[in-house]
């Protein structure tokens, strides 16, 4: 079983930045591919960015560029660097892991066995 608590969403105008972090619990992170994930209300959730068990990352068109995803396996925290947000970028943030997703590099929620209960990021214009 793996626990996953987001923290580090909040408020920020457009072109700033926001780090949201991820503590996992229960499971070692190295041997679990990680994910974030965000919804906005109305919209089906979306991926943004993942991270592989051996590091390979992919992101969403709509991040890359702005967003970095990294792990720090000693202190069992996945983090979200965002960058030059964008009031299109609000949203409720997930972090989610498995083991073994059937198509990690897909960004599908379905593919994500765990997940944590989301961070608020809302950019104003």
């Known amino acids: 079983q793996v626990q996953l608590a987001e923290s580090g969403g909040g408020s920020v105008q457009s072109g700033g930045s926001l780090r949201l972090s991820c503590a996992a619990s229960?499971?070692?992170?190295?041997?679990?591919?990680m994910a974030w994930f965000r919804q906005a209300p109305g919209k089906e959730r979306e991926g943004v960015a993942v991270i592989a068990r051996y590091g390979s990352t992919k992101y969403a068109d709509s991040v890359k560029g702005r967003f970095t995803i990294s792990r720090d396996s000693a202190k069992r925290t996945l983090y979200l660097q965002m960058n030059s947000l964008k009031p299109w970028d609000t949203a409720m943030y997930y972090c989610?892991?498995?083991?073994?997703?059937?198509?990690?590099?897909?960004?599908?929620?379905?593919?994500?066995?765990?997940w944590g209960q989301g961070t608020q990021v809302t950019v104003s214009s």
């Open positions: 229960g499971y070692t992170p190295d041997n679990l591919y």
């Open positions: 989610a892991a498995d083991p073994s997703p059937a198509w990690w590099d897909l960004l599908r929620p379905t593919d994500f066995s765990y």
